[in-house]
Every structure is written in structure tokens, then in C-alpha cells.
Nanobody, 123 residues
Framework: QVQLVESGGGLVQAGGSLRLSCAAS????????VAWFRQAPGKEREFVAA????????SYADSVKGRFTISRDNAKNTVSLEMSSLNPEDTAVYYC????????????????WGQGTQVTVSL
């Protein structure tokens, strides 16, 4: 079992930055691929970024490539999402998800989810 808790969301002006964190429980966290997804009101859940459980491989949605950076610290059981050059289209609830030996953009491959953290970008 893995429990995930996101933090770091908030209100930011367009062009600003935020850092989201995902804290995980479980001694085998290093065996889990982790991803961030987001969901805006009235829209479907959308892949944002993923990081592999081995080798540090990463994947990004085209809409955030070059602006967001995902990283992990297995010693601290945390995954972070650095977000910069934010725009109102980035407004959503951001979810951290984990799956054992998973590295994919497909949300249904991830078994564990956090409760989400709200990111609001104003003009």
C-alpha cells in the first residue's frame, strides 16, 4: 500500500511559479513510477508529467513541456513538480499518482492517488 499526500498548491499570478510536492508512504516507493495529472472544472483528467521508478526517465504533456519539471527523491519518498510561466489554462486540481513499475501517461495504470491540490492562476 502507498499513500500519497500532495501539497504546494495555491493562487498565483500569470507568469508566476509554484512547486508541488507529493509525499509517499511505503518502504518500496523507489519501485513506483509516479505521475501528475490535473483536472479542471468541466474537463477530463489530463496527464501532466511522469517520472520512472528507475533511471529517472521523464515524460511531459506538450502543453507543459519546457515549463514544468518533475523530479523525485527516493530517500525522502517525495516527488516534486516545479511549475513556471504559469498561465490561466494551468488552473486545475493537481493529483499525484503512483503505480508499481509503471511509467505511462495513462491514468488507469496508476493504482494509488492523492487527494489533490488546487492550483489557480489569475491574470
Amino acid at each position: 500500500q502507498v499513500q500519497l499526500v500532495e501539497s504546494g498548491g495555491g493562487l498565483v499570478q500569470a507568469g508566476g511559479s509554484l512547486r508541488l510536492s507529493c509525499a509517499a508512504s511505503g518502504r518500496t516507493f523507489s519501485s513506483y513510477g509516479v505521475a501528475w495529472f490535473r483536472q479542471a472544472p468541466g474537463k477530463e483528467r489530463e496527464f501532466v508529467a511522469a517520472i520512472s521508478w528507475i533511471g529517472g526517465g521523464t515524460s511531459y504533456a506538450d502543453s507543459v513541456k519546457g515549463r514544468f519539471t518533475i523530479s523525485r527523491d527516493n530517500a525522502k519518498n517525495t516527488v516534486s513538480l516545479e511549475m513556471s510561466s504559469l498561465n490561466p489554462e494551468d488552473t486545475a486540481v493537481y493529483y499525484c499518482a503512483a503505480g508499481r513499475t509503471v511509467f505511462t501517461t495513462s491514468w488507469d495504470r496508476y493504482d494509488y492517488w492523492g487527494q489533490g491540490t488546487q492550483v489557480t492562476v489569475s491574470l
